[in-house]
């Protein structure tokens, strides 16, 4: 299926951050809504984890050489919605609260979301700022290509709650519904500036510029069982997220997420 | 005027080799088995395959000179082409298509379609055919629209590969009459059928596995016809008559009885092979004998070609062994018979 | 008409042949039709009918469809200037590898819409192999701009019309073109007066297919060209942010995508495709 990619692979190896190859896998995610998942790990005794695609990076590092777990991501309303349809999964993790709460009222999620870590807009250029961005109010510029996310995802719906208090009309070029394809966007040089997520902007290696308005608006990500009673090995996975010292909570920050 | 070609065309797996062929005005039959390269003799003369050496000149020009660097396209030469498999244009009518070289060589649409409609008379297609498309025609009609379509724009040479093939007996005739009248002032006619040959042609050329090994009058290349199928295919007897059911009586009032059935000025013809010579008159089932005057032998290797004279001028191939049994000499009367199987009748 | 010889036939009762197809090839035939059929029902189901006016009505749609058509139109312009004579050299000419030439022209069918959209951004992007060359002699940037919607579009859509073609062309065979030259007409009057008459059908179902796969058209426009109201947001971008926001306008935009790429269809299928 064309670009139908919720990536269930457990190990990949490192150099695929290299910044062409991540560029054709990251944006693929683009694609991610026409595809549906087959949760089934629960059966076999593995867990299933369904993780906004934000946190791929996070997830493959704590997963990785742990067979039993197997992690998918799309963006947090696709996974919510393909929950809604019966997909089968154990954990899930949303990069808002909003989409949390969906999966609440829909009954696709039992268990008490936590949460575990934000994620704060940062505005962000291609390596060597090209562009000479030097604040916020440069996302006006006419001379520069802007890229936002579409409002209709969480990204966007933050940047345009930051962008509305601090008064800057941004003169943007594209709005992308996918905040990976738009950093990815801005790595290749093909936009001067956008506001991502920092930890977007970190795997993709953009230049971020200091714009202390945006530190207000940060997102959740929240974690929660899919069923009312996890199994033990759920709530492992579960905990290692939640408790401080583990090693899900551990590679969030190292990867530049906030702790909450 | 003439078209003179010596030269070599390459195709896949063989070659057309053709020695300083000098073809004059008027009609002449390019012969010869399946597979010898008479549609590529007529391809190259109007520029649809390319020489790999040599020249070729018509009218004293050279179209297709691959040492000199020329080349003359097909849509410059003045050669029309009618093809064995027609190459009409389906999404055009009968009449566009008769009008498409006029209208090429910049007649507009009202004169040439006039043009057209003129020639589709003389060849004779049913004017109820000429605003359908070629698809609602029958071969024979088709034949006759190509034929008309290739003369349209009344090319200097033109090459008429198997004319007769499809059409039906009853329009072979008047499409005979038509070509031997073509404006064209050279016609190449590629062809495998002896009528043609006896009613059409003034010149022969002969081809055998890709070369020229007879040409000349008709009467040069019957004496010497350079290979086998051709001394078969030139020995074939052409007869003029007129049949009334399965009885066809020639100009010399002789009665043959034919096979199959007809009506109307025929020709009969059959192989030399087919006829039988006798000392006296034939008994059994040959009921086609007749009294003849032997006018002369050519003996050639094992094979003796006899002409005969009489009610009806017929060659007939026997062995020379039988003919010296026979002591066949010029002057004789002798008795010739043939079987009513061995005869065909075209109209 | 009125001759009396001749009798109308019903299409609905006219005798068939006798079937020899085995019965199980028939009942996997129609599973696979079902297959086929189900999205769309899914589709009619969920469908907001009473909502569909006021939703076509939103200014966001329309401008959405606006877009699409100017993209999708300009799409199967490019597709036509460049894919005939793509066609015509594919069926025409002896090329060196012919084979590996035409799984290249075949390429943006399979490859991922979204990896094609890389692919373009890769090589006409701002700082792509030939873009930035576009770039700095012309001052022309294409992504991000209506123009890169129309590129990312004619690249997916282009192999629909050139694989059409070119198999007509081959088809057709060359024959008719010789007659054409016997009978004085030079290449142009043969290209204009033969040849494109003859695969006139193709032409038109190639057409067809190219302006509805560039109507659907989605990840490579979205890559290579990202997504801007008014400017590069056509009916698909239109429905994947509905999504998130409106299923409901969404299924009511695919259903506006569905209904047309269906009379594309039908029309094709009843005047030009071989039956």
Redesign the interface.
């Known amino acids: 299926m064309a670009g139908g990619t919720i990536t269930g692979h457990r190990h990949r190896p490192r150099a695929a951050r290299l910044a062409m190859a991540s560029a054709v896998a990251s944006v693929s995610m683009l694609a991610a809504g026409c595809s549906s998942t087959a949760g089934n790990g629960a059966e076999d005794g593995g867990v299933v984890v369904m993780a906004a695609s934000s946190l791929t990076e996070v997830m493959e590092t704590v997963f990785e050489g742990r067979e039993s777990v197997t992690p998918l991501f799309a963006a947090s309303s696709t996974l919510v919605a393909q929950l809604a349809a019966g997909a089968e999964a154990d954990v899930l993790i949303t990069a808002n609260a909003a989409t949390m709460d969906r999966a609440i009222a829909e009954g696709s999620v039992r268990g008490e979301p936590v949460l575990i870590a934000v994620n704060t807009l940062v505005l962000a250029t291609p390596a060597g700022n090209p562009g000479d961005v030097t604040g916020l109010a440069d996302l006006g510029r006419r001379d520069l290509l802007v890229g936002l996310c579409a409002v209709e995802v969480p990204c966007g719906a933050l940047a345009q709650q930051a962008l509305g208090e601090t008064r800057v009309t941004a003169s943007a070029d594209t709005l992308e519904p996918n905040v990976r394809a738009l950093a990815t966007k801005i790595s290749l040089g093909e936009l001067d500036a956008g506001l991502v997520y920092a930890t977007d902007a970190r795997t993709a290696g953009l230049a971020t510029v200091d714009a202390p308005e945006l530190n207000d608006h940060r997102n959740g990500y929240y974690i929660a069982a899919v069923s009312a009673e996890p199994a033990p090995e759920v709530q492992a996975v579960i905990d290692d997220f939640t408790g401080l010292g583990g090693t899900g909570a551990k590679a969030l920050y190292a990867y530049g997420f906030g702790r909450p | 005027m003439t078209v003179e070609f010596d030269g070599r065309v390459a195709r896949s797996g063989w070659a057309l080799q053709v020695d300083q062929l000098a073809i004059a005005e008027g009609v002449t039959a390019v012969v010869g088995a399946n597979g010898t390269g008479k549609t590529t003799l007529g391809r190259a003369v109007a520029g649809l395959d390319r020489l790999e050496r040599g020249r070729l000149e018509i009218a004293g020009t050279a179209v297709d000179d691959p040492g000199a660097g020329v080349f003359v396209p097909a849509h410059r030469r003045r050669v029309g082409m009618v093809f064995q498999d027609h190459r009409l244009f389906g999404h055009l009518r009968v009449i566009d298509n008769v009008a498409f070289g006029l209208r090429r060589a910049g007649a507009d649409r009202a004169g040439a379609r006039r043009q057209a409609v003129a020639l589709l008379e003389r060849v004779g297609v049913d004017p109820k055919a000429w605003q359908r498309r070629p698809a609602a025609l029958s071969g024979g009609q088709r034949q006759r629209v190509a034929v008309a379509r290739a003369l349209a724009p009344e090319p200097e040479v033109l090459i008429v590969d198997e004319p007769l093939a499809s059409v039906d007996s009853s329009g072979r005739a008047s499409l005979r009459a038509l070509l031997g009248e073509s404006p064209a002032r050279h016609v190449l006619l590629i062809t495998h059928d002896p009528v043609d040959v006896a009613t059409l042609a003034r010149r022969l050329v002969v081809l055998d596995t890709g070369a020229v090994v007879s040409r000349g009058s008709v009467a040069e290349v019957t004496a010497s016809p350079g290979c086998e199928w051709a001394a078969t295919f030139l020995g074939a007897n052409v007869v003029p008559g007129r049949a009334q059911g399965t009885s066809v009586t020639t100009e010399g009032g002789l009665a043959l009885t034919v096979a199959e059935e007809a009506a109307g000025s025929v020709y009969v013809t059959f192989p030399a092979h087919a006829v039988t010579l006798h000392r006296d008159r034939p008994a059994g089932s040959a009921r086609n004998a007749w009294q003849a005057e032997l006018q002369r032998v050519d003996i050639d290797g094992e094979r003796a070609r006899v002409h005969l004279g009489g009610p009806v001028q017929v060659r007939a191939d026997v062995t020379r062994r039988s003919a010296d049994e026979l002591d066949l000499r010029p002057g004789l009367t002798i008795w010739a018979s043939l079987k009513a199987t061995e005869l065909t009748v075209v109209t | 008409m009125s001759s009396p010889t001749r009798v109308r036939v019903d299409p609905g009762t006219e005798p068939r042949p006798a079937s020899q197809l085995p019965a199980a090839v028939t009942w996997v035939g129609f599973v696979a039709l079902g297959l086929l059929l189900l999205p769309v029902v899914g589709l009619l189901q969920r469908a907001p009918w009473s909502a569909l006016p006021s939703i076509l009505g939103e200014s966001e749609v329309l401008e959405a469809l606006r877009v699409s058509l100017i993209v999708s139109l300009a799409a199967t312009g490019a597709c036509i200037v460049l894919g005939l004579p793509l066609a015509f050299v594919l069926a025409r000419r002896r090329l060196w590898f012919p084979r590996i030439v035409r799984a290249v022209v075949m390429l943006p069918m399979v490859l ?4 094609a ?2 692919a373009l ?2 090589a006409l ?3 792509g192999l030939v873009g930035q060359w576009l770039e700095e002699w012309f001052g022309v ?1 294409l ?2 701009t209506t123009a890169g919607s129309v590129v990312a579009a004619a690249f997916v859509a282009l192999p629909f019309f050139v694989v059409t073609v070119e198999a007509a062309l081959r088809q057709a065979g060359d ?2 073109d ?9 290449a142009w ?2 290209l204009a ?2 040849t494109l ?2 695969i ?1 059908p193709a032409l038109a179902a190639g057409t067809a297919l190219a302006w509805a796969r560039a109507l659907g058209e ?2 490579a426009t ?2 290579f ?5 008014g400017r ?2 056509t009916l698909p ?1 239109e429905t ?6 409106n299923p409901e306008a969404a299924v009511a935009i695919s259903l506006v995508l569905m209904a047309v790429a269906l009379a594309v269809l039908v029309t094709l299928r009843d005047r030009w495709m071989p039956r």
């Open positions: 991922p819409p979204v990896v959209g890389t951004l890769f992007g701002r700082r940037s992504p991000f024959e008719l010789e007659a054409a030259a016997t009978l004085g007409a030079g009057a043969t007066h033969v008459p003859t006139r989605f990840g979205l890559t060209a990202g997504n801007f109201p590069t947001r971008l994947y942010l509905a999504l998130e926001r």
